[in-house]
């Protein structure tokens, strides 16, 4: 038999090391005179499984022997060997179920789930293929499954007045910020709007400047990417309903940085990250650049380059802001339009699309090929950050610099690159300075979290 001195010493160490999370469930049954407990992770566990495996035989079978003698007859038991690895079961899929003095583990994991599909806005090389869910129940066990930490606490929260749309709370309560949960937990009760459906919106509610221009939470589908922050302290947010979670607090390299960047050597990972920076800067400055070069201050470049502009330029008959203006805009049309048809047919139609409108604007003197050349590089430049709600952002940017560069030169760029970085500094994500570049891993607790000094059981 498998004997425990004490079963409730080691429940009281169970839910002492598993806490109040809102995924743990347990249960008290009484059938035929004799009394089991149930506690398992609710996001780890097959429910059918949890019904035909324990529940249903606990209540049909006669007697407590009757149904021990089944359990043993179970492939899936597992006995007792100590509290540490009882918890690593736990976490691990299977349900612990106490019997007087006895307890039993028995392997009830969902092993199977066609709600995931496969990563489509942040695809990587060499990680991972599969994404979030648009269900709650199915992305807890995908971040536990990955991070299986009995200090990973899960809280529900009901959003929407009248949609009242599910939301889980997810953080490492050893390693989060006191301080950075509580602001989160006051924007949550602070949000007052009748339906939320995205994670994007929900983004949008929770932000203290409704109307900026850079996001300061990250949408993101990748659970690697969930995990991860999750291992340095940030807080994940899953709405049910979306394949997309937010993670909280987020600094400004955080968006630019890709899960490929840990998959890869570590001077191939610095070398893309200078490359993203280099495209930042590319596509913030290139198209001021070009008027700036040429309507106020050719001098800049060299003279070759100066005489090949210029007499690209030559049958142009507008000044070189709205040369720039017209392909940006052509250039934004195309790219939304890519998204909005049909995908067996959108890149083709932009593709050819763009290929036409830019050598026919060439060959009837709209713009110089100079020019075409410009929006290429500004367009590619933009789609190296790896986080779309960021690229989003610097492509409006640009064309505020590129205004105050079209006003005012050379002083003008500058004006407009200072002001950005103004704007920048004064953001903030709960407390966390949006330009900081890194934020530091929370220093681990040196004693261990099960209390090893008491495992083996009572």
Same mark, same amino acid.
């Given at each position: ?51 035909? =495996? *324990? ?34 079961? %736990? ?49 807890? #066990? ?5 991070? =299986? ?18 939301? $889980? ?6 390693? @989060?910020?006191? #301080? ?15 339906? *939320?459906? $995205? ?31 999750? =291992? ?18 987020? @600094? ?40 700036? @070069? ?15 502009? $210029? ?68 367009? *590619? ?32 760029? @500058? ?8 704007? %920048? ?34």
């Amino acid at each position: 038999m498998n004997t425990l001195h004490n079963h409730q010493e080691t429940l009281d160490w169970l839910f002492e090391q598993l806490g109040e999370s809102a995924d743990i469930e347990y249960h008290e049954s009484e059938s035929h005179g004799n009394e089991g407990q149930l506690l398992f992770v609710k996001s780890m566990v097959d429910d059918k499984k949890v019904q035909t =495996s *324990i529940l249903v035989p606990f209540y049909n079978l006669d007697g407590l022997e009757q149904f021990v003698a089944y359990l043993y007859n179970l492939p899936s038991v597992k006995l007792f060997v100590s509290r540490d690895n009882t918890l690593d079961l %736990i976490l691990d899929g299977h349900a612990a179920l106490f019997f007087g003095k006895h307890m039993y583990l028995v392997d009830v994991k969902l092993v199977k789930n066609e709600q995931i599909s496969e990563i489509s806005v942040e695809p990587t090389l060499q990680g991972p293929t599969n994404s979030l869910s648009e269900n709650i129940m199915v992305n807890l #066990n995908v971040l536990r499954g990955r991070y =299986s930490r009995p200090s990973l606490k899960v809280e529900y929260w009901a959003v929407g007045t009248m949609s009242k749309t599910r939301l $889980a709370l997810v953080y490492d309560e050893q390693l @989060v910020n006191p #301080n950075t949960l509580m602001k989160v937990k006051e924007a949550l009760n602070q949000i007052q709007t009748d339906v *939320i459906q $995205a994670a994007g919106e929900l983004q949008r509610l929770l932000t203290k400047t409704k109307k900026g221009l850079f996001p300061t939470m990250i949408v993101t589908e990748r659970p690697d990417r969930v995990v991860y922050n999750l =291992s340095h302290g940030k807080i994940a947010f899953l709405l049910q309903g979306t394949p997309f979670a937010l993670i909280a607090p987020a @600094v400004f390299y955080d968006f630019m940085s890709s899960m490929d960047d840990f998959y890869v050597p570590y001077w191939v990972s610095r070398f893309l990250v200078f490359i993203r920076y280099i495209g930042l800067l590319a596509t913030i400055s290139l198209a001021s650049l070009y008027v700036l @070069v040429t309507s106020f201050n050719p001098e800049m470049v060299r003279v070759q380059l100066a005489l090949s502009i $210029a007499g690209s330029r030559a049958p142009v008959p507008y000044p070189s802001y709205f040369e720039v203006a017209f392909m940006l805009l052509m250039m934004e049309l195309l790219t939304e339009a890519s998204l909005r048809l049909p995908k067996s047919i959108g890149s083709t139609a932009t593709t050819v699309g763009g290929l036409i409108l830019g050598q026919a604007a060439t060959q009837a003197g709209l713009v110089s090929n100079i020019m075409i050349i410009v929006v290429a590089a500004v367009a *590619i430049s933009n789609y190296v950050v790896p986080i779309m709600e960021m690229s989003y952002g610097i492509r409006v940017a640009k064309y505020g610099i590129l205004v105050i560069t079209s006003l005012f030169g050379l002083m003008g760029l @500058v004006a407009g690159l200072l002001a950005l970085l103004a704007y %920048i500094v004064r953001l903030d994500s709960f407390g966390e300075p949006y330009f900081k570049l890194f934020i530091e891993k929370p220093e681990k607790a040196h004693k261990a979290s099960r209390g090893k000094n008491n495992s083996g059981g009572a």
